[in-house]
C-alpha cells in the first residue's frame, strides 16, 4: 500500500540480542558460580566481567541501566565479603542467587516506567527517526517485560531451592536454564514476527 514506505518501516534487526546477552552474563555467571561458600568468588568475577563488558559504552557515555546496576550491585556484595564476618554474612550466603536474580527483575520491570531497558540496545541498530514509532516501542516493552518475569520467576525458583533441597538441581539449573534459552530464542524472534505482522 501506498502509505507504507521505506522510511517508516523499522528495520528487521529492532533489537541488538547479542549485546543483551552481554550484559546478563555477569548476573549468569554469578548464578552458575555462587553458592554458600563460594559467592564472594562469584561476586568478584561477576564484577570483573560488569566492568569489563560495560567499559566500552561507559567511557563512550553510553552506559546502559542493567550494566550499572550490575557493577553496583556486585560492588556492594565485594565489599560487604570484607567488612563484615562470617556470621553477619549467613543472610547473603543464602539468599545471594535470589537477591541477584530480583535486582535484574526489579531493573527491568521498572525501566518500564520510564525507558524499557532493551531499548538502549535497540538503539544501536535502528535509525533515529524510528525510535518513537509504536512498533520500536511495543516491541521493547514486550521485550523488557519478557526479561524481568523470567528473572523474577527465577528468583521464586533459587528461593524455592533454599527450601526444597531435594529439587534444588531442577529450581537452581533445569527450569532457569530453559527460561534464560527461551527469553534469548523469544528475543530473537519477536521483533521481526510483530514487525510484520504491524505492517501486513
Same mark, same amino acid.
Given at each position: 500500500?501506498?502509505? !507504507? &514506505?521505506?522510511?517508516?518501516?523499522?528495520? !528487521?534487526?529492532?533489537?541488538?540480542?547479542?549485546?543483551?546477552f552481554? #550484559?546478563?552474563?555477569?548476573?549468569?555467571? *554469578?548464578?552458575?558460580?555462587? #553458592? =554458600?561458600?563460594t559467592?564472594?568468588? @562469584?561476586?568478584?568475577?561477576?564484577? @570483573?566481567?560488569?566492568?569489563? +563488558?560495560?567499559?566500552?559504552?561507559?567511557v563512550?557515555g553510553? =552506559?546502559?541501566?542493567?550494566?550499572?546496576?550490575?557493577?553496583? *550491585?556486585?560492588?556492594?556484595?565485594?565489599?560487604?565479603?570484607?567488612?563484615?564476618?562470617?556470621?553477619?554474612l549467613?543472610?547473603?550466603?543464602?539468599?545471594?542467587q /535470589?537477591? @541477584?536474580?530480583?535486582?535484574?527483575?526489579?531493573?527491568? +520491570?521498572? #525501566?518500564?516506567?520510564?525507558?524499557?531497558?532493551?531499548?538502549?540496545?535497540?538503539?544501536?541498530?535502528?535509525?533515529?527517526?524510528?525510535?518513537?514509532?509504536?512498533? *520500536?516501542?511495543?516491541?521493547?516493552?514486550? +521485550?523488557?517485560?519478557?526479561?524481568g518475569?523470567?528473572?523474577?520467576?527465577?528468583?521464586v525458583? &533459587?528461593?524455592?531451592?533454599? !527450601?526444597?533441597?531435594?529439587?534444588?538441581?531442577?529450581?537452581?539449573?533445569v527450569? =532457569?536454564?530453559?527460561?534464560? /534459552?527461551? @527469553?534469548v530464542?523469544?528475543?530473537?524472534?519477536?521483533p521481526?514476527?510483530? !514487525?510484520?505482522?504491524?505492517l501486513?
Amino acid at each position: 500500500m501506498e502509505h !507504507r &514506505t521505506t522510511t517508516q518501516e523499522p528495520p !528487521r534487526k529492532t533489537v541488538g540480542t547479542g549485546s543483551v546477552f552481554y #550484559s546478563f552474563a555477569p548476573w549468569i555467571i *554469578f548464578q552458575v558460580v555462587a #553458592s =554458600p561458600s563460594t559467592w564472594e568468588y @562469584a561476586a568478584l568475577a561477576a564484577l @570483573a566481567a560488569s566492568v569489563v +563488558l560495560a567499559g566500552r559504552d561507559i567511557v563512550q557515555g553510553h =552506559p546502559n541501566v542493567l550494566d550499572l546496576t550490575g557493577i553496583a *550491585f556486585f560492588a556492594v556484595l565485594c565489599v560487604l565479603a570484607l567488612v563484615l564476618d562470617r556470621q553477619a554474612l549467613l543472610w547473603v550466603e543464602t539468599y545471594a542467587q /535470589v537477591i @541477584a536474580n530480583l535486582a535484574v527483575a526489579v531493573v527491568a +520491570l521498572g #525501566s518500564l516506567f520510564f525507558d524499557p531497558f532493551t531499548a538502549q540496545y535497540a538503539r544501536r541498530t535502528t535509525p533515529q527517526h524510528l525510535w518513537d514509532s509504536p512498533i *520500536f516501542k511495543h516491541v521493547n516493552v514486550v +521485550l523488557t517485560a519478557v526479561w524481568g518475569v523470567a528473572f523474577l520467576v527465577i528468583a521464586v525458583l &533459587t528461593w524455592l531451592a533454599i !527450601r526444597l533441597p531435594g529439587a534444588s538441581d531442577w529450581l537452581n539449573w533445569v527450569i =532457569p536454564i530453559l527460561l534464560l /534459552v527461551g @527469553a534469548v530464542k523469544f528475543t530473537q524472534r519477536y521483533p521481526e514476527w510483530y !514487525r510484520d505482522k504491524a505492517l501486513s
